[in-house]
């Protein structure tokens, strides 16, 4: 790699990747592919009573339909290996005997009832809940004698004392007084070491650059840097990406929408518009446009221009993207993401919609307009799968046609007119200039014939061009909807 710029998305496979996550792993793919600098992907899968291999797979899984690429990770390899975390606990346990000999860590013996009562009694003080250091002053080989013996400990983090500055390049200069920062847990009782531990021996090891992460880890951050500065490793780059929130400013859930990706994708969402609209969340292209390429973004994104906040995660607006990459997009790629859901729906099998890809094309693309995802394809079409005798009406729709009073006579007329018309097959043009004549002739407004024969036709009040439906339905359907329409609406 040309540059010394090493990034990486570091999931825990312990639930479906997160619309948050997803947007995490976009920024910094973007940020390295903008630098020439390298993406890693490394899996934190060292809690293993939640992590599972099923939450992994999914996770490369959607970030792979992302058209996120790692250069480095744990099904391409890469210098580093292993990119599981669970395959790093030796190297962890090396690093923290490093610290302890150094006496930047030490062996914590109090029980968990003392730090309960510890923790009640601060709450009572109004005070944050934080180790009090107790074991700290144990002369190193007493402890060890006591670990020896058997004794129940953790290995917590010394603090210094001062001040912890870092920079972040989305917030600006962080600074932690280093007494709100406790003397943390970094290998617990049973010797699994934790994350803001583990996070950092292996971005140490790895020779990450930049970390770029939810919101949420800033507290952590401050325990971090202390931790690179005991190591004499060199502290990364750090920027916090602001927290998504639903139009009500509150944290993303299942009230305001779906908060995994994965659910966007079964949902019918393309894919350029989900990386489009999550790259909104907190950065944008320009002023003014909002629609943008994964190579527009490439080209331009840069972590100084991500905002502190913001992030607001409108899913009246996410539809309106995502239809608008429907509308900008071919019929014939719009009709192959589109076949899945017609399928799914019971609509037509996959070889009835290759036998019939031209008629099937022309429905896409005669609906392409008013759909927002894929998945509503099929209730746009769903009239023209239906039998003819079940075809149900829509209440607006036979509503309407019902407003008129000669609808009858008039469904009677055109279809009489219509009849030999379109023994031949369906002229659309044609039939537009005849309806007109028909019309006038009849003295008839708009709304008298096309009510009806909308009605009669799809069942839908509103929908495409009565005439293309009519050219879609072919003239034998046509002909036995209208004369059943006789009858219904009468
Ligand atoms: N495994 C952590 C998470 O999923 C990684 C956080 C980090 O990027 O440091 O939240």
Known sequence: MASNIRVRFAPSPTGKLHIGGARTALFNW?????????????????????????????????????????????????????????????????MAARLLSEGRAYHCFCSRERLEELNKQQEARKEKSAYDGRCRPLAPAEAAARVEAGEPNTLRFAVPQGTTRFHDLIRGEMSFDNREVEDWVMVRSDGSPTYNFVVV???????????FRGEEHLVNTPKQVLLYRSFSAPTPEFGHLPLMLGTDRKKLSKRTGDTA????????????????????QGWALNGT?????????????????????????????FLWMSGEYIRRDSVEHVAEMCAPFVEAAGLASESELQTRRAWYHALVAGSKERIRTY?????QIAYLFASDEKLVYEE????????????????????EWLRPRIADGVDVAALREGVKLFQTERGLKTPELLQPLRCA???MAGGPDTLEVLAWLGPQRSLRRLELALERLS
Request: proline share 4%.
């Open 289 to 317: 446009q909002e629609i943008f390429s994964v190579e527009e973004l490439v080209a331009h994104f840069d972590i100084k221009d991500v905002t502190k906040g913001g992030a607001i995660f409108d899913m009246e607006k």
């Open 261 to 280: 990706l994965q659910d966007y994708r079964e949902k019918g969402f393309p894919r350029e518009a989900v990386v489009n609209f999550l790259c909104l």
């Open 30 to 94: 973007a940020y390295a592919r903008r630098h020439g600098g390298a993406f890693l992907l490394r899996i934190e899968d060292t809690d293993p009573e939640r992590s599972t291999k099923e939450y992994e797979l999914a996770i490369l899984d959607g970030l792979r339909w992302l058209g996120i690429h790692w250069d480095e990770g744990p099904d391409v390899g890469g210098p580093h290996a292993p990119y599981h975390q669970s395959q790093r606990i030796a190297r962890h346990r090396e």
């Open 396 to 415: 607006t729709a036979e509503r309407n046609a019902r407003k008129h009073a000669g609808r009858v006579e008039t469904l009677r007329a055109f279809l």
């Open 457 to 459: 036709l799809s069942g």
């Open 375 to 379: 998945s509503e394809l099929p209730g």
């Open 201 to 211: 021996c292996d971005d140490i090891d790895m020779r990450i650059s930049h970390v």
